[in-house]
């Protein structure tokens, strides 16, 4: 349990010194990958981050160095952050940006709690956090019991901190705005993607149907309405072919004991927790259709990866959904049941086997090129109001 004894407060005076300002030099831009160093995590948010920072570290510009930093874990001493590359604690001038794309509450409230955060701005620092969603906190009813809580603490330090908040949606824009009653510092950048080459042939009169699903397995992501749907169309004499890709989340056991032992399994029904990416990129070559089933959502990623592959989509009808895509998916109703989901499934084979369905060829994304070039300029302007006021 943290503490703030008179013994931590010299220690943490003493830490502080190295945020002293140095020899005037180059302008850090300073990601903050805590969570990533402390769960060891590859996938999902974490995926993201490292996605983001290698395009940042990798643009061609000279206003910033472009650092990853961490929060110090040891329990002997107060939390300090390090570069990531040196495993040294970080220096700091009053024209660096701290940038925190990554989701880590315990680390977010450790500094919070020790005033660490304040100590940056008093030395002048811009801070800015990416916050992916707010569901735990809009959508509880999806999440471990408690997790709204924790999500709430995190959320309330990260308003306490942030110079300046970017979202990855409009939606969650939107949802952060309803929760705050209207946030004054805030911006919404989509996430990139890597743009490929790609032309996928006609595949509209292929005898074989196949439906792809990428998510984490966990209950927002609408995966047992989609198997319920499947088994109505399989009891039909229907051969579509269903494969899941995404590791196993939380609250779901029995939905992955479902999965295991169903009778299609290596049949018509496909389960892969983990794919590296070139075997990902097969199945979104190989597939007929991505299905994004997900109640809710901070972004959509698959559908912009099926999008690179003109890969059609069949999408749960929600705003965030609709944001990405426009008109350029097949929308299903929010329902909770398999029967109406199976309509509409047959509804879109039978367009896909005229070439009539919506083709995802036209929806806009970002490279994360893009994404980091506009990162970039979003904070040198917030950063350059803020000192200007």
């Not at 030099?25 to 769960?39: A, C, E, F, M, N």
């Not at 510092?185 to 074989?208: E, F």
């Not at 008109?327 to 509409?344: I, R």
């Amino acid at each position: 349990m943290l503490r703030n004894t008179p013994k931590e407060k010299k220690e943490l005076l003493q830490t502080l010194s190295y945020l002293e300002p140095k020899q005037k030099q180059k302008r850090q831009l300073l990601v903050d990958i805590s969570g990533i160093k402390r769960y060891n995590s590859r996938t999902g948010i974490p995926r993201v981050v490292l996605n983001q920072l290698d395009a940042l570290q990798n643009l061609d510009q000279d206003l910033f160095e472009v650092r990853a930093i961490y929060l110090s874990q040891h329990p002997s001493t107060l939390p300090l952050h390090f570069y990531d590359d040196t495993n040294k604690p970080i220096s700091l001038q009053n024209t660096d940006i701290i940038y925190n794309p990554d989701l880590d509450p315990q680390s977010v409230k450790e500094a919070n709690i020790y005033k660490l955060y304040k100590c940056y701005k008093n030395v002048g620092i811009f801070i800015v956090t990416l916050v992916h969603d707010i569901l735990p906190i809009t959508h509880p009813q999806f999440f471990v019991k408690g997790q709204d809580q924790i999500h709430k603490e995190w959320f309330f330090h990260v308003l306490h901190i942030s110079d300046l908040l970017i979202t990855t949606s409009k939606a969650t824009k939107d949802a952060i705005d309803m929760y705050t009653k209207k946030h004054p510092k805030i911006v919404s950048i989509p996430l990139g993607t890597t743009k490929l080459a790609y032309t996928q042939k006609n595949i509209s009169t292929k005898k074989c149907i196949n439906f792809l699903v990428v998510s984490t397995i966990e209950p927002r992501k609408g995966h047992k309405q989609l198997l319920d749907a499947f088994e109505i169309l399989w009891s039909e004499g229907l051969d579509f072919h269903l494969t899941i890709v995404g590791k196993q989340g939380w609250n779901i056991e029995e939905l992955i004991k479902r999965f295991n032992m169903h009778p299609q399994k290596g049949k018509y029904f496909h389960y892969k927790d983990f794919l590296e990416d070139n075997e990902l990129e097969e199945l979104y070559k190989s597939s007929s259709a991505l299905i994004a089933p997900s109640y809710a959502e901070g972004f959509g990623l698959p559908l912009i990866e099926a999008a690179q592959y003109k890969l059609p989509i069949i999408a749960r009808n929600i705003t965030v959904f609709n944001d990405i895509a426009k008109k350029n998916a097949f929308y299903f109703e929010d329902k909770d049941d398999g029967v109406s989901l199976a309509n509409t499934i047959k509804e879109w084979v039978k367009l896909y086997r005229e070439n009539s369905h919506p083709k995802s060829d036209s929806i806009v994304f970002y490279s994360w090129e893009q994404n980091a070039k506009k990162t970039l300029n979003i904070l040198c302007e917030a950063f350059e109001t803020t000192i200007t006021k």
